[in-house]
């Protein structure tokens, strides 16, 4: 009789363990979980770079990360590059550089990018195209006031881009974070990984 009930106590005392040990994963499961959740809604988000709009700065098949909340703390500023809901299709994401801030005046003339009738250093822009004599609307813009709470945003691939110069400026309430690093580069016409472009910080 001894036996049998040391039997059972031993068989309780391993159910609970397995109970216990199956808990604690489940736990740890549901905590990692809602950690990811929280993570991925206010602090980091992964992008993938589908275009080409972005080119030389961001190739198509870059993996970048997303700042989402040093917009809480900073001011949007010129140059940084942003995420943002495409205001005529707010279930896109696009990705374009901030040029023009609340009161700046913003023209483009020939291709260059003229803020408060001076031209601006671009270093960054991209131009398939020589200037010279161009009248394409994307080449001739403006000019335009940016009202408070908005920006003007461009591709840095000038000729490839569908950017503020189409679809007019952006809300602040739009912009979903910056982008400051790429993780990830995989070009899909070669197979194969862009060791050089990992751990790129963008600016």
Not at 164 to 189: E, P, T, V
């Amino acid at each position: 009789m001894e036996k049998v009930e040391n039997i059972e106590r031993a068989s309780v005392a391993e159910q609970a363990k397995k109970k216990s040990i199956v808990r604690e994963y489940a736990e740890a499961i549901i905590i990692a979980l809602v950690l990811a959740f929280i993570i991925r809604t206010f602090v980091v988000q992964a992008f993938k770079i589908p275009s080409g709009s972005m080119i030389p700065t961001l190739q198509i098949g870059d993996h970048i990360l997303v700042n989402k909340f040093i917009y809480r703390f900073t001011d949007v500023k010129r140059g940084d590059i942003i995420v943002f809901k495409f205001p005529k299709d707010e279930s896109r994401d696009f990705i374009k550089r901030v040029v023009g801030l609340p009161g700046d005046k913003i023209e483009v003339k020939d291709k260059k990018v003229y803020i408060n009738d001076k031209e601006i250093d671009e270093s960054y822009a991209f131009h398939e195209e020589a200037g010279g004599g161009s009248f394409h609307p994307r080449d001739i813009f403006g000019p335009v006031t940016v009202p408070e709470n908005n920006f003007f945003v461009m591709g840095d691939n000038r000729e490839n881009s569908m950017d503020s110069r189409f679809w007019g400026l952006l809300d602040k309430n739009k912009i979903k974070g910056r982008a400051f690093i790429i993780y990830w580069s995989w070009d899909s016409m070669n197979f194969g990984v862009r060791w050089n472009r990992l751990a790129m910080m963008l600016k």
